[in-house]
């Protein structure tokens, strides 16, 4: 598995079978396996976690990162202003 990055884009992309990109691999008959891969390695990789490790997460650390859709994604790269409502 290989990773591009292009931060300064906010990009970040895994690639599969040698060259071929996940997104490129994403049809109806290949979402489902890869979306169960996917979820199977998030498992594997919450139950590697150690205590104290990372923080504990909580409705605190969740809403900070919900925050980080309007606030990084909408307002910076879209240059979208959300209304108090919309938010």
């Not at 109806?28 to 590697?48: F, G, N, R, W």
Request: hydrophobic content about 40%; glycine content about 2%; overall charge positive.
């Amino acid at each position: 598995m290989f990773m591009h990055k292009t931060w300064s884009r906010g990009f970040c992309c895994y690639q599969i079978w040698e060259a071929q990109l996940i997104w490129q691999a994403l049809n109806k008959e290949t979402a489902p396996p890869l979306y169960s891969a996917a979820t199977d390695a998030l498992v594997k990789i919450q139950m590697a976690s150690r205590e104290n490790t990372l923080p504990h997460y909580d409705e605190a650390l969740l809403r900070r990162e919900l925050n980080l859709f309007p606030e990084w994604y909408i307002a910076k790269h879209l240059g979208v202003t959300l209304s108090k409502k919309t938010k």
